[in-house]
């Protein structure tokens, strides 16, 4: 007797996932004889590429870039590409936009770094408190050393060694974050390398929209900060439930712990970040990656209370090393990119633009889920879309890594870019830029209906 077939995973047979995936493998190789050629060439970088993050995307070898502008893409091998990856947030408002081309301009003749401030980073300070809310602020690099910035602060401040994290969440590279739950019990993320220290003494974890859990972890009155993201976003997106939120500051205010909201991603719901869109209060705020236009910088702020406190910590501590800031940190040169970028890019108008893009996108996608039958969602905040191969909202990070079909996505993945589509490779986000435009949305929404109907059949 012959085997019956497998029965269908997610909504797709496996046979022809395993065909389809194959047949994109080969149709990208084809398509890409200089890339290939680059990729197989001499090369000084570990595994042939300056930063190992390039090895994620789905493909036998990354595409490499000859240009970009606004939300294009061009390859080497002449493809032009609808670029919904943005850098993974880092190009949100598009590649090099005006305002930001000129600040570059305007500053490369006076010098990128003095450790001092300029005209630019005073003005920068007056709008990160006007956007965001928050009256003090300070300049990182990069988000991961905004997130351990403030996380060493509030741990100063209170005088306490714990944080709690959410299960699922990302703060960069943040060590005392790679804590997750497996079956009820925290450890550290088994993929984090080289680590040599139980994250868990110090790092408390609970699941996202879980207010019992959230107040047991701090009982003991010993947690400095709790840090999220307002919405789980480097997972299958999880939004919060109705009145979490209000939960969360409630009880973090009378366990006499700071709270942390990190938006490096949830940036994409609107000119003030979702905190300022739903009314949150955070004591400290991080905001990263798209902040300078594509520059290398990040952004955070904190309160007057913690601001008193730090004063204190300052006033009453030895001389010596601080752990908080690096040589580079508020450069000239960042200070004249997120200048242009907070007074001239990120717009309400431009946001407006975005959002109204990203509703389009979503509604196409949920047609084409809905059209086929298949057992997956859409989930956005702002002008950030995900698809998600399994039924939802989903609830928690135990949720969402549930969700996650590695196989079935790569190969959509592929799929979409032989199409001329580009999405993020780490998981399934898309973004929605300024210069995004309906004919690019509309070939996304065309692509993702080409590649879930040959995968439903």
């Known amino acids: 007797m012959s085997e019956a077939p497998a029965a269908p995973e997610r909504g797709v047979a496996p046979w022809r996932l395993a065909a389809f995936a194959a047949a994109e493998r080969e149709r990208y190789v084809r398509a890409r004889p200089r890339s290939a050629a680059l990729a197989a060439g001499e090369a000084g970088f570990y595994a042939r590429v300056p930063l190992h993050w390039m090895l994620d995307w789905p493909v036998p070898f990354p595409p490499v870039v000859a240009d970009a502008w606004g939300a294009t893409l061009k390859d080497v091998d002449g493809h032009e590409l609808a670029d919904f990856c943005l850098g993974d947030t880092g190009s949100m408002f598009g590649h090099s ?159 006499g712990t700071l709270l942390l909201i990190d938006e490096t991603h949830t940036i994409s719901t609107g000119p003030g970040g979702y905190s300022r869109a739903h009314g949150l209060e955070p004591d400290l705020f991080v905001v990263g990656k798209p902040i300078a236009g594509g520059v290398p910088a990040s952004a955070w702020g904190f309160s007057d209370a913690v601001a008193a406190g730090w004063d204190r910590v300052r006033r009453d501590k030895p001389p010596g090393h601080s752990g908080l800031g690096t040589t580079l940190s508020a450069n000239a040169l960042a200070m004249a990119t997120m200048h242009a970028t907070l007074a001239e890019v990120m717009t309400a108008e431009a946001y407006q633009h975005m959002e109204a893009l990203a509703a389009r996108l979503a509604a196409g996608l949920e047609r084409t889920i809905d059209a086929r039958g298949l057992p997956w969602h859409v989930a956005r905040v702002g002008a950030r879309v995900e698809f998600i191969c399994a039924p939802g909202p989903l609830r928690n990070g135990t949720e969402a890594a549930a969700a996650h079909a590695p196989a079935l996505e790569q190969a959509i993945h592929v799929g979409l870019l032989n199409r001329g589509c580009l999405i993020a490779p780490f998981h399934n986000m898309m973004l929605l830029c300024p210069a995004t435009t309906r004919e690019q949305v509309d070939q996304l929404v065309g692509a993702f209906a080409a590649v879930a109907g040959a995968l439903a059949g």
């Open 97 to 255: 936009p005006a305002p930001v081309v000129r600040a570059l301009a305007g500053q490369g003749g006076h010098g990128f770094t003095y450790m001092l401030p300029t005209e630019h980073s005073l003005a920068v300070g007056r709008l990160l408190r006007e956007r965001f809310g928050l009256p003090h602020w300070q300049i990182a690099t990069t988000a991961s050393d905004a997130n351990r910035f403030a996380l060493r602060v509030a741990r100063a401040v209170t005088g306490r060694p714990r944080i709690v994290v959410m299960n699922g969440c990302y703060h960069g590279a943040v060590d005392e974050t790679y804590v997750e739950l497996h079956a009820g019990r925290a450890r550290n993320r088994p993929g984090l390398i080289g680590q040599f220290v139980d994250l868990t003494e110090g790092t408390r974890v609970v699941e996202f929209n879980d207010v019992a859990a959230l107040e047991q972890a701090l009982a003991p009155g010993d947690v400095a900060c709790v840090i999220t993201e307002p919405v789980l976003t480097n997972c299958c997106m999880v939004p919060p439930e109705p009145g979490y939120h209000a939960a969360l500051r409630r009880l973090t205010r009378a366990a």
